[in-house]
């Protein structure tokens, strides 16, 4: 009788043990013709703060590459945005190719221009410099804090564009744009870079840098 009921755990161990095996082997959903994530881990800058997404906050109804497409609110000051060139006219924003917000200070979109210069697809894109209300916070001898304004001024803004691409050995994209403080496309971003893309007729939002330059090629190539 003893033996039966030993024999009989052994079996229901067995079971359970499989049943665990096959419940744990389930994988992610992933991209099935470049094996990405539908939820690619990003970072991106908010005034100086690492942000991870959640990725409930980047899926939605119509997704690509697990890209949202961009909500409507922000479709619109896309598509009325009005920047600056580098040669001081003001244009409304062209949106014949991908955008990348950016900002000179920002580390993460620094890495992203050296990744798309690595695959050789930083001139993909748009890229527009925004950002320039932030504030850097130096420490004094005395351990006092000081605000100093970033530049305000377009040749101020070019200035600091210019020396972080030296910096990085990346050279100046073909396509340079500046959202300048108190315009509305400077006021609707929030973090660092957003890369918009379009794609079938929608445009769609990757909300910070992706280490994965597969990822890349597949949205920007």
Known sequence: MNRKVMWLGIG???????GCGTATSVSKPSDVTTGISSHPASSREVTGVNVLP???????????????TVPSSMLQVLET?????????????PLDR?????????????????????????????????GFERYEYPMTQNGTM??????FTLAEAQQ????????????????????MPGTALANAIRGFPDVFV???GRWYLQPGYVENTTFWRAILG
């Not at 009005?82 to 924003?93: D, K, M, Y």
């Not at 580390?107 to 410099?129: I, R, S």
């Not at 990085?168 to 340079?176: D, I, Q, S």
Request: net charge negative.
């Open 81 to 93: 945005a009005r920047v600056e060139t580098a040669s001081g006219q003001t244009v409304v924003l």
């Open 12 to 18: 229901m161990a067995a079971l359970l043990v499989t």
């Open 198 to 200: 379009p794609h079938d």
């Open 54 to 68: 959640s990725p409930h906050a980047v899926l939605g109804s119509e997704t690509w590459h697990g890209l949202s």
């Open 98 to 130: 991908p955008v990348i917000v950016f900002a000179p200070w920002c580390k993460y979109c620094h890495e992203l221009a050296q990744t798309l210069k690595q695959e050789g697809l930083l001139n993909q894109a748009t890229w527009v410099a925004a």
């Open 160 to 179: 600091k564009v210019q020396q972080a691409f030296a910096a990085l050995g990346v050279p100046m994209p073909e396509r340079v744009l500046y959202a």
């Open 146 to 151: 000081l605000q100093l304004p970033m530049p």
